[in-house]
Antibody, heavy 118, light 108 residues
């Protein structure tokens, strides 16, 4: 079955960097667009970034544009999120999600927690 | 900027009763709306896409309706495993993808 596992979260100070990973299994990873979505404590989900199945197209949410970079390695079935210049308001549970190309996020991982605090 | 407003924020329901959740869009999203269920510590689960189509494996007690700016998720005969958070999300004119703030369905 489809399985997505995020990793790389942790506690960092403002201004630091962190790289998240999301590994997929149970499906043809290279055939799907992939998203990052985050959810801050007590708030609704916020879309962060999308990468097309082949890596040629990327889109970012306004709140992280210029600071975060999405990438993927289809040979490793892995999606990445490089997060630079982290701020306290980036504190959230970060999820990766699969998109068959329709704009529907049909499978999600359980998330990895990022805490930015001094 | 698209805004999705969900109501109520919390819904207290007894097992076996039905629940009706609302999602209102600030502008039309046609039928490009999904509903997700999320239990803390678990992966969010897609329930409904295209406003009314159940995702694979979703029980028939979950139904979605609406188009344009007004949408409803109905859960008939609530089971213990249905107590969770529910979010709507639109995908009409991405990017970006916009989510609602959620409705918590709790045991009464």
């Amino acid at each position: 079955q489809v399985h997505l596992v995020e990793s790389g979260g942790g506690v960092v100070q403002p201004g630091w960097s962190l790289r998240l990973s999301c590994t997929g299994s149970g499906f043809s990873f290279s055939a799907y667009a992939m998203h990052w979505v985050r959810q801050a404590p007590g708030k609704g989900p916020e879309w962060v970034a999308l990468m097309s199945y082949d890596g040629t197209n990327k889109f970012y949410g306004d709140s992280i544009k210029g600071r975060f970079t999405i990438s993927r390695d289809n040979s490793r079935d892995t999606l990445y999120l490089q997060m630079d210049s982290l701020r306290t308001d980036d504190t959230a549970l970060y999820f990766c999600a699969r998109d068959p190309g329709s704009g529907v996020l049909d499978y999600w991982g359980q998330g990895t927690l990022v805490t930015v605090s001094s | 900027e698209m805004v999705l407003t969900q109501s109520p924020a919390t819904l207290s329901v007894s097992p076996g009763e039905s629940a009706t959740l609302s999602c209102r869009a600030s502008q039309s999203v046609s039928s490009y709306l999904t509903w997700y269920q999320h239990k803390p510590g678990q992966a969010p689960r897609l329930l409904i896409y295209g406003a009314s189509t159940r995702a694979t494996g979703v029980p028939a007690r979950f139904s979605g309706s609406g188009s344009g700016t007004e949408f409803t998720l109905t859960i008939s005969s609530l089971q213990s495993e249905d107590f969770a958070f529910y979010y709507c999300q639109e995908y009409n004119n991405w990017p970006p993808w916009t989510f609602g703030q959620g409705t918590k369905v709790e045991i009464k």
